[in-house]
């Protein structure tokens, strides 16, 4: 709900955010938000506080969301004309996935937190994080090494793969990557995907959203007995109870809360949970 890009009704969203359907390429579907075309978004707190340089032209999406389940989850890709030659430059184009809400507590607006990470990091994913490992024609390395003295070995997480899609003319970006914050079930959040040109206008960049990967699953639970029913009553035989991970979340930990309640007794009428 509340949709809104760069500011206005997410109805007018226009030019530079659109769906895709593509072949030949790491997503089948999507959404896809890019800097060309885009307003400028230079006032933009979020933005300016991940930026090494002038924020410029860019896009961004805003919209409110209930979570279905303890987590949330989506995957993307960012993608540039910037690469190769302006790695380890001023022309660090950058973007964030900036998530504000309960349970929540960050240096962005609202308390918020950024969500576009390289994975096991909080460095944030930009033209001088993540590229090909080496310094571009009109970079230096200290430009890279500043904002990650690793950033040689996030060359893992950048492909060639999508060059050039429709037209854009970008030269590189990153592979798939995953996106994920834990969430309070049940509570309202505030999202905004925001991408941007840095320095200056030109030489734009992008990202897809991968389609029905916006997820917020709920662990299911499951009482499975002898005779089939999903109850479980006094003096029926024994009964298990299953608790299941959401596909998203298979190799996380998981904190399960949960309530026992009924007119049987624990302890007396069942054992004790």
């Not at 060059?163 to 309202?188: D, K, V």
């Amino acid at each position: 709900s509340n949709v809104t890009f760069n500011g206005a009704s997410g109805a007018n969203v226009i030019g530079n955010a659109r769906t895709f359907n593509a072949t030949n390429f790491p997503f089948s579907q999507g959404i896809y938000i890019r800097t060309q075309g885009g307003g400028m978004v230079s006032s933009d707190p979020d933005l300016n506080a991940i930026s090494t340089d002038d924020v410029e032209n860019g896009g961004l999406l805003e919209f409110d969301f209930v979570a279905a389940g303890n987590n949330l989850s989506f995957n993307y890709m960012f993608a540039s004309a910037e690469y190769p030659s302006y790695v380890c430059s001023d022309f660090n184009d950058v973007f964030g996935f900036f998530i504000s809400g309960p349970g929540i507590n960050g240096p962005f607006t609202n308390n918020g937190v950024n969500i576009a990470l390289i994975p096991n990091t909080n460095i944030p994913v930009a033209i001088n994080t993540v590229n090909p490992g080496t310094v571009g024609a009109f970079g230096a390395a200290y430009r890279c090494s500043s904002q990650d003295p690793n950033w040689q070995a996030n060359a893992i997480y950048y492909t060639t793969q999508h060059a050039n899609y429709g037209g854009e003319g970008y030269n590189g970006g990153t592979i798939s990557l995953p996106s994920e914050i834990a969430l309070q079930c049940g509570e309202t959040y505030h999202i905004k995907i925001a991408v941007a040109n840095i320095g200056d206008g030109a030489l734009n960049s992008g990202v897809y959203l991968e389609a029905n990967s916006f997820i917020s699953d709920a662990v299911q639970v499951e009482v499975a007995t002898v005779s089939g029913n999903d109850m479980v009553y006094e003096g029926c035989t024994d009964a298990t109870i299953r608790f299941i991970r959401p596909p998203s979340q298979i190799d996380d930990t998981l904190m399960i809360n949960y309530q026992i309640g009924g007119t049987a007794t624990m302890g007396t009428d069942y054992n004790n949970l």
